[in-house]
């Protein structure tokens, strides 16, 4: 089993930055992609931004050149560098990593909790 933390959310003028992680323990063989979505109220959930193993970066149109993903800590840790807030921006974010917990097991999915990014005009 594998268990993802998120840190780093809250409450923030436009304009600003945060800096949102996400940390994955458990039983990890190999961790094939991180990435972070985010669903705005009423709104669906929406991707924003991929780092698959090889390092390959991927982002949403809305927040290219904004955010920027990234790795840390050995691998297990997958940062969004939010720079330039807009209030548009405002929705809870969750991380999701696609996760090999053995060799010979398929991958799969483990999501975040989720955590609130509000941005004030």
């Known amino acids: 089993q594998v268990q993802l933390v998120e840190s780093g959310g809250g409450l923030v003028q436009a304009g600003g930055s945060l800096r949102l992680s996400c940390t994955a323990s458990?039983?990890?063989?190999?961790?094939?992609?991180m990435s972070w979505y985010r669903q705005a109220p009423g709104k669906t959930r929406e991707l924003v931004a991929l780092i698959g193993r090889a390092g390959t970066v991927d982002y949403a149109d809305a927040v290219a050149g904004r955010f920027t993903i990234s790795r840390a800590n050995g691998g297990n840790t997958v940062d969004l560098q939010i720079n330039r807030l807009k209030p548009e921006d405002t929705a809870v974010y969750y991380c999701?990593?696609?996760?090999?917990?053995?060799?010979?097991?398929?991958?799969?999915?483990?999501w975040g909790q989720g955590i609130q990014v509000t941005v004030s005009s």
């Open positions: 999701k990593f696609v996760v090999l917990s053995r060799s010979y097991t398929p991958p799969r999915e483990y």
């Open positions: 458990g039983t990890i063989f190999r961790i094939n992609s």
